[in-house]
């Protein structure tokens, strides 16, 4: 069965600092992964998409990495601002799994304290 | 670009009652989807659309019906609503399958009693 699990459940870290969120998969055969931002009441917004050969992806602050091998991803954030408190959802897609391939993660719920 | 836009908001429903969710989309996107988000738990997709007249069973289908009949518009009708589906409902919809990301509306949280 494909799965998704995210580590930790919960963070609280101060204003300014870094932090790294873990994402493992079991889902085969790996299409691509994709990391969401969930703002409290919203609905997620895409954040990366990286593919098989890809080991890095930046979007401002925000840098995920991806190892196929270990099937392992991580979401880094520099410098955390208040606007970064939110949860982020790990997301793999599955190779010819069409528009019902995706598995979601449960998220890791994001505090940024001033 | 209003994008993927969903009604209502917030809806409280007696068991046994029906309605439906609204969801729009003005991107063109041919692949709409429903998904539901219960609490500590990742979303299931309950119907998915790969174009207007063509719709699919997700994981969680049961309870759900929808329909496309126009590129913009897939609505979730739910029959007879039951405490078990009390959830938040998000609508999203992509240009294609693959690599492309989804873009999801705000969300209708919904309260069966």
């Known amino acids: 069965k494909n799965q998704v699990e995210q580590s930790p459940q919960s963070l609280i870290i101060l204003e300014g600092k870094n932090c790294t969120l873990q994402?493992?998969?079991?889902?085969?055969?790996?299409?691509?992964l994709r990391w969401y931002k969930q703002d409290t009441g919203r609905g997620p917004v895409s954040l990366t998409i990286?593919?098989?050969?890809?080991n890095t992806k930046s979007n401002g602050r925000y840098t995920a990495t991806l190892d196929a091998d270990t099937k392992q991803s991580s979401l880094h954030i520099t410098a955390s601002q208040l606007s970064d408190s939110a949860s982020y959802i790990c997301?793999?897609?599955?190779?010819?799994?069409?528009?019902?391939?995706?598995?979601f993660g449960k998220g890791t719920h994001l505090i940024i304290q001033p | 670009n209003a994008g993927v836009t969903q009604t209502p908001k917030f809806r409280i429903l007696k068991i046994g009652q029906s309605m439906t969710l609204q969801c729009t989309q003005d991107?063109?996107?041919?692949?709409m989807y429903w998904y539901r988000q219960d609490p500590g738990m990742g979303l299931k997709l309950i119907y998915y659309?790969?174009?207007?007249?063509?719709?699919d069973k997700g994981e969680v289908p049961n309870g759900y019906n929808v329909s496309r009949s126009t590129t913009e518009d897939f609505p979730l009708r739910l029959e007879l609503a039951a405490p078990s589906q009390t959830s938040v409902y998000f609508c999203?919809?992509?240009?294609?399958?693959?690599?492309?990301?989804?873009?999801f509306g705000s969300g209708t949280q919904l309260s069966v009693l």
């Open positions: 997301v793999v897609s599955v190779t010819g799994g069409g528009a019902d391939g995706l598995t």
């Open positions: 999203a919809s992509s240009w294609k399958t693959g690599n492309e990301k989804l873009f």
């Open positions: 991107m063109n996107h041919n692949y």
């Open positions: 994402c493992n998969y079991t889902v085969s055969p790996f299409s691509n």
């Open positions: 659309s790969v174009g207007a007249g063509i719709t």
């Open positions: 990286m593919t098989f050969s890809e």
